[in-house]
C-alpha cells in the first residue's frame, strides 16, 4: 500500500532562517505531488505542484520553493523565513488518472518567531 | 472554472443528531467531487468521492453524500453524530485538464455537543 511522509511534524525558526522541509511516498511510481498551506482558521493554500522530477509548477508567488529531486520526493524550501510563512504545510500526492483524489501527510506546523 | 462553496463555516449538532454539511459546486464539465475530514494537527483523510457513477456515495465513519446535478450540490450528511466525528470536514472538485486537479472549499467546522 502507499504511505506518504512528511516531517519534521513540528519546527520552530527564527525570522530570516531558512527553510527545508521533505515529503516522501512509498509504494506507488510517478506520483503527482502537492505542497499546501493551511493558516491559522483558513482553507487550503495550493503552493506548488509537480508532474515529475524538476518538473515544478509554482501557484502563488512568495519566498518558497520546492524541488524534486527524485521520483518520490518533494522539498519545500525557502532562503529567508518570514513571519507570514508561519503556518500548517501539508504534502499530498496523486496517482496521475484524472478522478482519482489526493492523499495527505500528516503535515509540519511551522511558527516563526 | 471549477469551484465549490461550503455552506456555513461552522455547523453544530448535539450528539445522536443528523449532520449535514453542505457544499455547492460549479463545473462547466461532469464534476469529480470529494469530500475530506480534518482532524486538529493532522492532515486530510478522504471521505468518500464521486466519479459519475452511482449519485449517493458511501463513505468511510458512516458518511455518505448525494450528487444533485439540478442542485449543483453535493452535501455531506450522517444519520447520527458521534462525538468523535467533530473536525473539520472539505469539500473538493477535480480541476479539469490540470495537474492540479482539487480546488478545495474553505471547511466547515463540524462541533458535536453532548
Known amino acids: 500500500s502507499q504511505t506518504i511522509h512528511q516531517w519534521p511534524a513540528t519546527l520552530v525558526q527564527p525570522v530570516g532562517s531558512p527553510l527545508s522541509l521533505e515529503c516522501t511516498v512509498e509504494g506507488t511510481s510517478n506520483p503527482n505531488l502537492y505542497w499546501y498551506r493551511q493558516a491559522a482558521g483558513r482553507g487550503l493554500q495550493l503552493l506548488f505542484y509537480?508532474?515529475?522530477?524538476?518538473?515544478i509548477s509554482s501557484e502563488v508567488p512568495q519566498n518558497l520553493s520546492a524541488s524534486r529531486p527524485q521520483d518520490r520526493q518533494f522539498i519545500l524550501s525557502s532562503k529567508k523565513l518570514l513571519l507570514s510563512d508561519s503556518g500548517f504545510y501539508l504534502c499530498a500526492w496523486s496517482v496521475r488518472t484524472e478522478y482519482q483524489p489526493q492523499h495527505f501527510g500528516d503535515g509540519t506546523r511551522l511558527s516563526i518567531l | 472554472a471549477q469551484s465549490v462553496t461550503q455552506l456555513g463555516s461552522h455547523v453544530s449538532v448535539s450528539e445522536g443528531a443528523l449532520v449535514l454539511l453542505r457544499c455547492n459546486y460549479s463545473?462547466?464539465?461532469?464534476?469529480?467531487l470529494f469530500w475530506y475530514v480534518q482532524y486538529p494537527n493532522q492532515g486530510l483523510q478522504l471521505l468518500l468521492k464521486?466519479?459519475?457513477?452511482?449519485?449517493l456515495v458511501k463513505g468511510i465513519n458512516g458518511f455518505e453524500a448525494e450528487f444533485k446535478k439540478s442542485e449543483t450540490s453535493f452535501h455531506l450528511t450522517k444519520p447520527s453524530a458521534h462525538m468523535s466525528d467533530a473536525a473539520e470536514y472539505f469539500c473538493?472538485?477535480?480541476?479539469?485538464?490540470?495537474?492540479?486537479?482539487?480546488?478545495f472549499g474553505s471547511g466547515t467546522q463540524l462541533t458535536v455537543l453532548p
Open positions: 509537480s508532474v515529475g522530477i524538476g518538473q
Open positions: 464521486y466519479t459519475s457513477a452511482a449519485t
Open positions: 463545473s462547466s464539465v461532469p464534476p469529480y
Open positions: 473538493a472538485v477535480r480541476v479539469s485538464g490540470s495537474a492540479r486537479q482539487l480546488t
